[in-house]
């Protein structure tokens, strides 16, 4: 059975940062492309970063290039989101997610995409 267990969501002030982490087990994690997506209350959900199964490839929303930062490490089988200078308009629930099929500069933010989903951390950012 295959579960991703996110982590390291919580409250902070604007400005402030974050390291969100997510766990995998039940999957060869060293297989699949990993994804950050977040959702606030009344919007779609949208994608934040991907990267690559080896980490060598990653995308941001242009909402967050510059600020935050996404890595995995294989041997622990973990994703990580590094958030700094946070607004309060990155609040909102963060997941994880794997992928086994290929993507684009474009498509990696398609959530359909992705096979496997963690349940979600909240981020909230106060001003």
């Known amino acids: 059975q295959v579960q991703l267990v996110e982590s390291g969501g919580g409250l902070v002030q604007a400005g402030g940062s974050l390291r969100l982490s997510c766990t995998a087990s039940?999957?060869?994690?060293?297989?699949?492309?990993m994804g950050w997506f977040r959702q606030a209350p009344g919007k779609e959900r949208e994608g934040v970063s991907c990267?690559?199964?080896?980490?060598?490839?990653?995308f941001y929303a242009d909402s967050v290039k510059g600020r935050f930062t996404i890595s995995r490490d294989n041997a622990k089988n973990t994703l990580y989101l590094q958030m700094n200078s946070l607004k309060p308009e990155d609040t909102a629930m963060y997941y994880c997610a794997a992928r086994a099929s290929a993507y684009s500069s474009r498509s990696w933010r398609i959530a359909a995409e992705y096979n496997y989903w963690g349940q979600g951390t909240q981020v909230t950012v106060s001003s």
């Open positions: 990267i690559s199964w080896s980490g060598g490839t990653t």
């Open positions: 039940g999957l060869t994690f060293a297989d699949y492309a």
